[in-house]
C-alpha cells in the first residue's frame, strides 16, 4: 500500500467516525467554522498576487517542515503579505494539522480558506 492509499484508507475511517459524532445539522448550525461565504474565485480575481498560502506542519514525503507552527504566528503573516487565500491542512496523522488549526485560522484573517 502507497502512502496515498494510506491516506485515502485513513481519511475513510476517520470521516466515519465523524459522522456518527457530529450531525449535518448541527454542522450546519455551528459557527465556529462558518460564517457569511466568502468567494475565493473572487478573491483570486481581484488578488495582484493569485497566492493561495498553505499551513501545514509535516508531509508524508518531506516529514517535519515546521513541526511546531503555530496558527496564530503564521496564518495572518500570510494574509498580510498579500495571499488571496490560505489552505489549511488538518490532516493530524499525516500533516500535523488538526480542525482546530482551521476554526483559529478563521477567527484571525478575512481571507477565503481552504480545508484540506
Not at 456518527?20 to 448550525?29: C, K, N, P, Q, T
Not at 475565493?40 to 499551513?55: K, Y
Not at 504566528?73 to 489552505?87: D, K, L, N, T, W
Request: with cysteine; net charge neutral.
Amino acid at each position: 500500500m502507497d502512502i496515498l492509499e494510506k491516506i485515502i484508507a485513513a481519511k475513510h475511517t476517520e470521516v466515519a467516525r465523524q459522522k456518527e459524532a457530529v450531525s449535518r445539522e448541527l454542522l450546519l448550525e455551528s459557527d465556529r467554522m462558518f460564517r457569511h461565504p466568502v468567494s475565493m474565485t473572487q478573491a483570486l480575481s481581484v488578488s495582484p498576487s493569485g497566492i493561495i498560502a498553505e499551513f501545514k506542519r509535516c508531509s508524508p514525503s518531506k516529514g517535519k517542515i515546521h513541526g511546531h507552527a503555530r496558527v496564530e504566528e503564521v496564518v495572518p503573516v500570510y494574509e498580510q503579505a498579500g495571499a488571496s487565500a490560505i489552505s489549511v491542512l488538518t490532516d493530524e496523522p499525516f500533516f500535523g494539522g488538526t480542525l482546530a488549526d482551521f476554526c483559529q485560522a478563521r477567527q484571525l484573517v478575512s481571507c477565503p480558506l481552504l480545508r484540506k
